[in-house]
């Protein structure tokens, strides 16, 4: 800590210890009580504009400022207005004060200057005013250049050509900007366009694709970089028309695109005549006519008329002008003291060029903050301190202080305003002892038989002044160095002097001030003790004393004077404080006591049981801390315990005296016990085990749950009594059930009785708790038995609530049906559980005709292999058992129904289509339905046991266009051109019944592999106005086309030929349909630039 070193705004807070622990009743001082140092406002602001040059593109005023108070610091309150005036605003002519820097005072004010105001190129002065309320209390004036502004420029009325627009004023380095390209169609309508950007590599950077934008056109983009020795690169762009229903656009100045550009951080400062060139490769017509072919560009840019190359004007964010403050406006010279040095360190903010479109979003985002300065100067300082570099030293060299040195902070070729720093210097030191005699205590010795003398707390103050400051007078004891010119008569810690032996001794501060202090043969004797328990809500009276407070320690020496008589209620066990006593000498002053000078506390007779004060507790400073055991009586008493001053030498007895305590437990208001969270054993309100080994085990119950027991109290609220040796466990009913520990563990006993158990909990020995209780029920419970039944496989809907006892050949084949085992096992508490796909299931069968058979999710299937009969076995553990007769029989499920799924084939509307690439498979999906009632809901591929081409035929009425196998893959081959493929399966005949067929009608349309062109719709007939129905003659009909360029490639440029029969044949027209982004894929379009 150091005088005067919060600054404004800055927040600490007042703790205060009573006893070692921190206190925060009785006198009203809080241990978390904040205070903050007051802000004061600005009267003074530096400031410099960092847009030096103002252009009507550009159009924002940016001012840097910094803000002072009147005594020079940055620290400042924040403004209620920060205002321009002296030139026209567009909006407010006010800027946000947010933006200043709370430490340093530095901001920024933003404004737009409005159009009126570029009408001509001249110099404009502005003043930035600080404002609280309704009084302007600082201001600043700065000058900028405005620009005059550059009329538009444009092609002549009804010329064909290409006109580029690019900023009329300069540009930062690594600042992106925007061009635009018009085109000028000379009436004719502009469907499509090529051309190329050309642009000098060295100095811009293209900003990628993504930054090149169109909203009438869809645009093509490719870049070629800068070959050597040439400087320029090429931007290659091809636009087509995105309106199909108006592919062509008229105009003198059709927007055709915006693109973006960087300044490249290594381009040189001034202006690139030819930084970029144009040319139009070709404009086309909606007749799919070029009316233009390879014609240069121009451009339009700060030059003011059409230019054959555009220029761009290289601006470098070079430093302007410096804003200083300093780290402590304010500086005290603490060397007289304590010895120290004291600093103040001036920090330069580089202002930097910058251009703004908008006010916050200058292309100048900040500038260089920190201490930058390459020099400083410093005026005023002889014999008040020293520069070096920027930072300014009080101490050694300082013989006088002063209201203001002056400090000019420079860098490179500028300087900032001076920051001025005010130094304190000390006029006059003192220190004083509350008692300049101190004796020794008669018969009062340490633990190594050393002499106890009386201690006395020292002060130190100061005068601070200066040439043309008011003298102020501050205490500066906490940061004193404070010395004793004998410690072995006087010993000094901290603000502490301490008599060690008779004699005199010379107590300094720092080099400035001294008292003497006598250490008197003839001693003292000890009178009384007064002590009493602290705690945090305790509140003390005064003793009735005069005399000045004596105390081993400046932080506890409050609780001497305020601890007498004081009487703590405490009201719960374990609760207790700190013992604070001091010793009453016959002088009449008195001494803080402390265990290492020969404290002692000890219980009354009545409290041995109530209050346990027999142990140091060293996070409290040495401190004796007395706690209230358990099953402590109610006492009240003015000698509770009893505070012993002893010669730690001998162990004789000096001193003593009482220490009141008030010990008031209020009975329990109620108990409750409940399960723990981590044994948690049901989810209903009884809770539920098992006991070791029991099948119910493998189903997740718990063989014992932990109790958890909670007693309620009218201040402490809810205790958790668990484990405490005063809580009784018992069993009221259901012994032979469960068994419970003292720490409220319950286990389920052996045997096999199930049941509910009840659990009383009691705290009989506990006078305090005597008359509450709590009870719990616990069941043990067991599985009692299983069923199980055989549902259908595969699985369809509605198949979970059909059982079968029959398995039946599938059809014409060998192959039997199968089923699945649903098991489900009952418990004693008449829940139950399904155990179908529990790892502990098993099944057996009596003879081979059946066999069960895990699974992968480890539910048993059950197979046919022979006709005839059997005995399935199902059990869950020992002795829970189930059994019933499967029987398998020759007589075969026929099949009495089909149904496609239609949900294999691409089913767009209007047409069920077939698409994919030439050769390609698909496998169908069949529902097949049987006389039993049971379903295949995907007969192909989910019955792997009997392959369909055993009970189904599948056939095509057309296989040169899409064949199917006997297995049900479908493969196609051709297009459909005037009718859909009729694809049928049937059941075979194999059995008395007629066979049954289902027949589905799909059309095939290829699709295009990768570097394939598609012609005609993608859905239903290829060659179709509605998809469905051939054309017919004199019918129109769109036939698009598609080109299929890959996943992930770059597509850039393609031609292809058409050819058609004329005879039959009609070209109506060409319609553009290209895509905004070529990523890959299947992608329908169509862009021909000759058609043959």
Known sequence: AGVGAAPPSACASICAGLGGAPWTGGLSVGSTNTFATVLLQATAVSAVVRTTTIYADYPVLSIAFALRDADGRPRVLRPDQLQVTGLSTAGTPNCAVTSIDATTGVGFCDVVVAAAEFAATADRTATLSVRYGGSVTATAAVTATLVQAVPPVALPPGSVGLLVSLPTSPRLLGETFSIAAFGSSGGRKLAFFQLTISFNSTVLTYA?????????????LGVTAAGSPSQMAFLSVIGTSIDSSVPGIVGDSIALLVAKFTVAAGAPAGAVASAFTATIVSFTDVSNTNFVQVQPGSFADARGSVQAAGQVTVWTADAVGLLAYASNAEVFNVRPINGASATSTVSVRAVRRSQCTTTGGCQVASDSAGNIATSCAASGATGVGSLSGCTFTVGAATSAGTRAVSITPGFNALSAEPVTVRVWHPLSVTIAAASTTLSRVAGARTSTCQNIYQ????????????????????????????????????????????GVSSGTAQITAGSEAAVSVTVSAAPVTPVCVSAALVHGSAVFSPPSVANQAQSTTGAVSVAARYAKNAEVSLSSEGSGGSIVAFAWLSDGSYLELSPSLGLKVVPSVSFASVLNASTLVPSYSNYYRAFVMNNANNVASQCALEAQWVDACSNTLLASGPIAANVQLPLATGASVSISSSTACGTGAICSITRVGDPAVQIGRLTSTQLVVTVTFPIQGPVVFTNDPRTVYTVVSGADLIAVSSTGLVTALSGTATGAAVVNVTFPSYSRAASVWASITIRVDQVTGITWRATPLPVYSGSSGVSTSTLRKIHCTSAYQRASIVATVSLSDSTTSDVSSNNFLTATSATTAVVPTPTRSSQFVLQGSSAGSSVVTVSFGSGITSSAAISVTDTSAVVTGLTWATSFWQATSPANTFAKPLGSPQTVAVTATFNDGTQFPDAVSTVPWAPVAGYLNFASDDLETITISTSGVATILANSYRDPVSLTVSALSCQSSAPVSRATTVFANLEPAVGDIDLGNRYGLPFSADNVTPPTVGQTIAVPMRLNFGIGAYFMFTSFSLFYPSAWLKLQGITYNLPAAYTGGNTEWCNNRTIG
Do not use: H, M
């Open 208 to 220: 990628g694709d993504g930054q090149v934008t169109s909203s009438l056109y869809t645009l093509n």
């Open 455 to 498: 201690t006395t707390p020292l002060a130190v103050t100061a005068t601070f002044g200066g040439a043309s400051l008011t003298s102020v007078t501050v205490d500066v004891t906490c940061i004193a160095t404070i010395s004793s010119s004998d410690p072995s008569i006087v010993s000094v810690a901290g603000a502490l002097a301490t």
